[in-house]
């Protein structure tokens, strides 16, 4: 039995290039090249049956490292919490202090980019702190 080497992680959204724009701007990802014959994602977009049209999005690590990021439209709204979500690890080997000086810079620089500040959780005995998020979409996230 062999292991599984590459996934991708899947997002549905309502607006699938909006947020891959925004999580291209949070991970440091890039929109990859459109598919060989188009010269731009527009114009393969415009290649599809109207009603797939704009349906999914894709973005992926310039470093070819972390995962493919796939969005896909979905008809529903979200309703209730995510059963998982990414922690963005930008704090990592920080603590005290500095490391909350650190979370509360990358949470400036993503309210700018349309995210939305949900609440600090304080460390404890076992943890250290930590912001909860959520994307433009509500999807939550932990800046870690």
Known sequence: MSSTKQFQIVFDCAEPERVARFWCEVLGYVVPPPPEGFATWDDFNRSLPPEDQGSWFVCIDPSDVGPRLFFQRVPEGKVVKNRLHLDVRVGTGL??????????AECTRLVALGAVRVRLLPADDDNESCLVMQDIEGNEFCLD
């Open 95 to 104: 603590v005290g202090e500095e490391r909350l000086a650190t979370l509360e």
